[in-house]
């Protein structure tokens, strides 16, 4: 049940809630970019949609500054053509049926290629 890749057991629900649905999700996705270099690495992600699932546990990811340091990121990833998605711990424990539908919402949409771009520019998928 549990998995070696992942960082807590936040992780590891998430993992258990949406690959029954996505099975193309894997642990810890590392996007890089032209350079080699790390630009993120993903709690969960399908390559083929570029759908990045992020697990945000309750101690790790509060605040106004973790907020906005987790916004930041999202940004520079969808530059890249990545999607984030970000599934708390109260997402994954009270509302499951309401957190998969979204992020099957969001994967279709990709599968669609109709995501509105949120910082105006075009997506690109390579």
Do not use: C, N
């Amino acid at each position: 049940m549990a998995d070696r890749l992942a960082g807590g057991p936040s992780e590891t629900l998430t993992r258990l809630l949406l690959t029954p649905v996505l099975p193309d999700l894997e642990p810890q996705v590392q996007l890089f970019d032209d350079r080699s270099r790390l630009v993120a690495r993903f709690d969960l992600g399908d390559r083929t949609r570029r759908l990045a699932v992020e697990s945000d546990g309750k101690a790790a990811h509060s605040g106004a500054a973790m907020v906005a340091k987790d916004r930041r990121r999202d940004d520079r990833t969808e530059l890249y053509g990545w999607w984030t998605e970000r599934v708390t711990w109260f997402d994954v424990r009270r509302l499951r049926e309401q957190t998969v539908a979204r992020v099957l919402r969001r994967a279709h949409l990709l599968d669609q290629d109709t995501i509105p771009d949120r910082l105006t520019r075009t997506r690109t998928r390579t």
